[in-house]
């Protein structure tokens, strides 16, 4: 990854925003009814975290993990090459989900 001129922090920002963050969400996210704040929903309270880029950081997730990048401005060029990746070994599974 070549991070350009993306923020380094949570308070470096351009024009208020984030610049160029990846953010990842919790799987909790749908059900903090709204944004609707009560004493039942505060361990929900935080269903996200955000990676600040940086020159050749890798980031390996899960694909059913939600995520989004926000919009990245500036003279240098963001760069993010994204793959999917499945791992197969030589020895059989050792739990098998195989519905007969």
Not at 2 to 16: H, K, T, V
Not at 29 to 43: I, K, N, R, T, V
Not at 62 to 80: N, T, W
Request: proline share 4%; glycine share 12%; charged share 20%.
């Amino acid at each position: 990854m070549q991070a350009g001129e993306s923020s380094r922090s949570s308070s470096d920002r351009r024009n208020g925003l984030l610049n160029g963050v990846t953010r990842f969400y919790g799987p909790y996210m749908e059900f903090l009814a709204g944004g609707h704040g009560e004493f039942g929903h505060l361990y929900l309270e935080y269903g996200s975290w955000d990676s600040f880029p940086e020159n050749g950081k890798i980031a390996v997730f899960p694909s059913y993990l939600k995520h989004m990048a926000f919009p990245c401005s500036g003279e240098q060029d963001r760069v993010i090459v994204s793959f999917h990746a499945q791992v197969d070994g030589e020895s059989e599974l050792q739990y098998s989900y195989q519905f007969d």
